[in-house]
């Protein structure tokens, strides 16, 4: 059982390197899960009224942080940022250190390279349903990483959702293909549905609502225990019924509906391995960010 977060870094120092929108989800979660205030290290170069009223300590000097001595830094900052943010933090890095990235692109052999030193590496791959405590997040642990590390770098992610571990940093590029660009498939069906109702004659805000409704009254239901997705699509298809109509266009022949979401995800997963190879390749931070805003 997962121990419990304030228990793991009970008297350390955390450094959060960008207060974005992930940022500032992960820090509620941790701040409502009974971290301190005080504990907290931020870096951020456009706070928000919110993040100024914490008690964080918000933007500190090198001196500072050398004297905080943070156990654990996390990088939520944008991938192209990674070249001239890591380099600063150098200053920071020990054999006791444990680096927590949410970067997407950037493998650890490229944190490592540009943060110099020794450090231990949790990558991490969340998504963005984590705004509202209801994310899943896959995480990757460098060689040499202790198992307390491990368990510190699990708690913080599952403030905000689900954790799930890899085997293969290689794995992350699957990960981001359905989980991380998941929620925009998702989102993309519902705009089709509520096009599809349009198309059908229902006005433009019924249709929205019937689309959005319909989507999470149904993820309500497969997030009790024991759902089945194949058994409750049974449950609601009746033989020869207007549902059997519909799934005989999205079950087709050509594969239908799997086979459009096999193709559509390895296109993505092939595009992540695209961006891990570059983040590994470049070496200048206009190289760097420019391929990996694309």
Request: proline letters at 5%.
């Amino acid at each position: 059982m997962l121990k419990q977060l304030s228990e793991l870094v009970a008297g350390q120092s955390l450094l959060l390197v960008g207060c974005g929108k992930m940022g500032s989800a992960l820090l509620e979660g941790w701040l409502g899960a009974g971290l301190s205030p005080s504990q907290f290290y931020v870096q951020e170069p456009n706070p928000d009224a919110a993040l100024q009223g914490l008690g964080v300590h918000l933007n500190p000097d090198t001196a500072a942080l050398e004297a905080a001595a943070p156990s654990i830094i996390i990088l939520a900052i944008k991938p192209q940022l990674a070249v001239e943010t890591l380099p600063s933090l150098a200053v920071l890095a020990s054999d006791k250190i444990l680096v927590v990235s949410l970067m997407a692109g950037v493998p650890i052999n490229t944190m490592s390279d540009l943060l110099g030193g020794e450090a231990s590496f949790v990558r991490t791959m969340p998504n963005t349903p984590a705004a509202i405590g209801e994310g899943i997040t896959a995480l990757y642990a460098s060689g040499g990483t202790q198992d307390k590390q491990k368990q510190a770098a699990e708690a913080l992610l599952a403030a905000v959702g689900q954790t799930v571990w890899l085997d293969n940093e290689k794995m992350i590029d699957a990960v981001t293909a359905i989980s991380g660009s998941g929620p925009a498939y998702i989102f993309h069906m519902v705009e089709a549905l509520a096009a599809a109702a349009v198309h059908l004659g229902l006005p433009q805000d019924m249709a929205a609502q019937l689309a959005v409704q319909t989507v999470t009254g149904s993820a309500a239901m497969l997030g009790q225990a024991g759902a089945d997705p194949r058994q409750l699509r049974v449950n609601v298809t009746s033989p020869g019924g207007t549902t059997e109509a519909a799934l005989d266009v999205l079950m087709g022949d050509t594969g239908g509906l799997v086979d459009l979401m096999r193709r559509a995800t390895q296109s993505a997963a092939a595009r992540a391995g695209e961006l891990s190879k570059i983040g590994e390749e470049k070496e200048t931070a206009t190289e760097l960010g420019a391929e990996l805003d694309n």
